[in-house]
């Protein structure tokens, strides 16, 4: 049996993906409204094919408690934080689950790490632990997740996969339960390297958005189009530069590359400056606003709406969502008034929210996409008339402004 510990965005699909391909599952958090949810049979945030996976795995015999499970293999999915200071990763939620379960494991358990962690950290952070707690029979491993939010189903049977252990017996112990379900290939390696290269993919797709929001920002100071620069550039057989946008959120590609920063401060320095263009977006997207509104003489911020208010296209999930980055920015700036609308957020989170797209639309004279949501490009005739700064160039309509 697997105790799947910490169920949100990754522990759940992982959780629900083993149970609906034969294997024994119970799903631990220490969050009992989300237990409560679960139990009732729902699930706890929307993503494609989410809902048909939690209905086999629970015909498969899936639990969710709140309890720790005695059995001998843990998986820990829980959030690493890190630390706004000091930039270094914040281990403290896979510290404290780490420690819940070795309160009950039994004598040579594997514990699997699958929270992204900053190379060394299960040596400095995590070994340590089972030092203190006397249990050095615990079979440590770190098998970082791969999946992208939008498509996490698809990823999680088709990605390949990375597997770091101590001892290669159980590396490969590990290997055979994860390709009860994996279709992609699975490596085995050591635990540092594991840890390194999950921080690495991460960050070399916020180095290569950061060069493509450079090449914007050039691109706009000179009056050249840059997406059309960016797809010529592709046609290179060794050239896959990626698009700009208003900025990097969610809580991968946005957060993983500050571990490296942290801990290498003096020898990061491409991933430093790629993360501080990133991160100056939202701020870049304030000033094109500005600047938009000067040229067609408006001067009510009241009647400028942001569409989408996720991280990105077709999630729930806003976690350090540049729609919000940009708002915080405006109130700092002390020029409260901007409108916000999104498909995907039900509740009020923001000031100015609307929860139709034609209300938000007739209420605003400029929009500006913030996030290319399916419900947008099926409606572009809507926003005719509309003075439209389109951050993601996803709108074919004449009088379009860029980024
Ligand atoms: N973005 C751009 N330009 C692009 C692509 C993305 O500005 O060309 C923006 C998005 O709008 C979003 C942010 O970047 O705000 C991140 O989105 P994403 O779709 O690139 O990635 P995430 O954060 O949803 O998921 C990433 C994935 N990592 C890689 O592709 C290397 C996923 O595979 C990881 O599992 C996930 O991080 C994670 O959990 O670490």
């Given at each position: 049996m697997i105790n799947v510990i910490g169920l949100g965005y990754i522990g759940l699909p992982t959780a629900?993906?083993?149970?609906?391909?034969?294997?024994?599952?119970?799903?631990?958090?220490?969050?009992?409204?989300?237990?409560?949810?679960?139990?009732?049979?729902?699930?706890?945030?929307?993503?494609?094919?989410?809902?048909?996976?939690?209905?086999?795995?629970?015909?498969?015999?899936?639990?969710?408690?709140?309890?720790?499970?005695?059995?001998?293999?843990?998986?820990?999915?829980?959030?690493?934080?890190?630390?706004?200071?000091?930039?270094?990763?914040?281990?403290?939620?896979?510290?404290?689950?780490?420690?819940?379960?070795?309160?009950?494991?039994?004598?040579?358990?594997?514990?699997?790490?699958?929270?992204?962690?900053?190379?060394?950290?299960?040596?400095?952070?995590?070994?340590?632990?089972?030092?203190?707690?006397?249990?050095?029979?615990?079979?440590?491993?770190?098998?970082?997740?791969?999946?992208?939010?939008?498509?996490?189903?698809?990823?999680?049977?088709?990605?390949?996969?990375?597997?770091?252990?101590d001892e290669k017996t159980i590396g490969e112990n590990v290997k055979d339960l994860y390709a009860s379900f994996c279709q992609g290939e699975i490596v085995v390696t050591d635990i540092k390297t594991a840890e390194m290269t999950k921080v690495v993919e991460n960050t070399f797709r916020a180095v290569n958005i950061a060069f493509a929001n450079e090449l914007a920002k050039i691109c706009r100071h000179d009056n050249m189009d840059v997406y059309e620069i960016i797809k010529i550039c592709n046609m290179h057989p060794r050239v896959n530069i990626l698009q700009p946008g208003p900025g990097v959120g969610g809580h991968c590609i946005s957060v993983d590359p500050w571990f490296l920063?942290?801990?290498?401060?003096?020898?990061?320095?491409?991933?430093?400056?790629?993360?501080?263009?990133?991160?100056?977006?939202?701020?870049?997207?304030?000033?094109?606003?500005?600047?938009?509104?000067?040229?067609?003489?408006?001067?009510?911020?009241?009647?400028?709406?942001?569409?989408?208010?996720?991280?990105?296209?077709?999630?729930?999930?806003?976690r350090e969502s540049p729609t919000l980055q940009l708002l915080e920015s405006q109130e700092r700036h002390l020029a409260m008034g901007l409108k916000a609308y999104d498909p995907y957020i039900t509740k009020d989170v923001v000031k100015n929210q609307y929860h139709s797209l034609e209300a938000f639309l007739n209420a605003i004279d400029f929009v500006v996409v913030m996030v290319k949501h399916n419900e947008i490009k099926e409606n572009v005739s809507m926003l005719k008339n509309k003075i439209i700064l389109d951050c993601h160039n996803i709108i074919n309509l004449p009088g379009v402004y860029h980024i």
């Open positions: 629900l993906m083993m149970a609906s391909h034969g294997v024994e599952v119970i799903g631990t958090d220490y969050n009992k409204n989300l237990i409560t949810t679960l139990n009732m049979g729902k699930t706890t945030f929307k993503e494609e094919g989410l809902n048909e996976l939690f209905k086999d795995a629970i015909c498969a015999g899936i639990k969710f408690t709140t309890e720790y499970q005695i059995t001998d293999t843990y998986i820990v999915s829980v959030p690493t934080p890190y630390d706004k200071f000091s930039k270094k990763v914040d281990a403290c939620y896979v510290v404290s689950a780490v420690k819940d379960v070795l309160r009950v494991a039994p004598k040579g358990a594997i514990l699997i790490i699958e929270s992204t962690v900053s190379p060394g950290t299960i040596e400095k952070s995590i070994r340590p632990v089972l030092e203190t707690e006397n249990r050095t029979d615990i079979n440590l491993v770190h098998a970082p997740e791969r999946i992208i939010p939008g498509n996490m189903v698809y990823e999680l049977l088709h990605n390949n996969r990375t597997i770091g252990a920063v942290g801990d290498y401060p003096s020898l990061a320095k491409v991933i430093d400056e790629s993360m501080k263009t990133n991160d100056g977006m939202p701020d870049f997207v304030l000033n094109r606003i500005c600047e938009i509104m000067k040229e067609k003489d408006m001067f009510d911020i009241t009647r400028v709406g942001l569409y989408g208010l996720t991280y990105k296209e077709n999630v729930d999930d806003m």
